[in-house]
């Protein structure tokens, strides 16, 4: 396999945008299934597909803000944290919920599959910065709540979100953040 430079500098210079940053316009639908079909060539030990997509448009996204403010309310948590949960949905015009949606295997463990999910929602930001879309990978309480992921997204008990890739055009610049020290981070062996 011959080096990509290119690539290699995307991937050195990537930054997800925030999703209260995206605006219009948003992946069309054919473009939309590039990203997802970019997106599916993620590690997949024993061609499983442990993940599928559920893609939001704007209403859908509306009609999810709704929800997490009533599930929020329902909770008794505090009113910032719902509405925090809410407006990632009401301001958003294209979302696409991964679910991890893990298969029986004798041969792949559970966890490997949830791991593929994962990759899977960085793929599809990967690809979404690289056609110069912006694109944010969320998840929040409501990602995690078992009553909203079965009321709202029709989640079976097995499945869960794997993470709200929000996608759109960047509307300005994101800000640089500090990166992590690979040095403090990396243990090195030679036997």
């Given amino acids: 396999m011959q080096p990509n430079p290119?690539?290699?500098?995307?991937?050195?210079?990537?930054?997800?945008r925030p999703a209260k940053m995206l605006g219009l316009p948003v992946p069309d639908d054919d473009m939309l299934t590039r990203l997802l079909t970019a997106a599916a060539r993620a590690p997949d030990h024993g061609k499983l597909e442990p993940w599928r997509f559920i893609v939001l448009r704007q209403p859908a996204c509306a009609n999810l803000?709704?929800?997490?403010?009533?599930?929020?309310?329902?909770?008794?948590l505090e009113g910032d944290k719902t509405a925090k949960a809410a407006q990632a949905f009401a301001g958003a015009h294209l979302v696409v919920a991964v679910i991890a949606s893990p298969k029986p295997s004798d041969k792949v463990?559970?966890?490997?599959?949830?791991?593929?999910?994962g990759?899977?929602?960085?793929?599809?930001?990967?690809?979404?910065?690289?056609?110069?879309f912006g694109a944010n990978w969320l998840s929040g309480w409501a990602a995690h709540d078992r009553a909203f992921q079965s009321e709202a997204l029709g989640l079976t008990r097995d499945e869960f979100v794997a993470g709200f890739i929000h996608l759109g055009s960047a509307r300005t610049?994101?800000?640089?953040?500090?990166?992590?020290?690979?040095?403090?981070?990396?243990?090195?062996?030679?036997?």
């Fill in 173 to 191: 610049p994101p800000p640089e953040r500090p990166r992590p020290d690979i040095a403090a981070l990396t243990e090195w062996r030679d036997s």
């Fill in 6 to 16: 290119a690539v290699f500098e995307f991937l050195m210079t990537r930054r997800s």
């Fill in 109 to 117: 463990p559970q966890v490997e599959q949830f791991l593929s999910a």
């Fill in 119 to 132: 990759a899977v929602c960085l793929g599809l930001v990967n690809a979404a910065l690289a056609q110069g």
């Fill in 65 to 76: 803000a709704e929800q997490v403010s009533a599930r929020g309310q329902a909770l008794g």
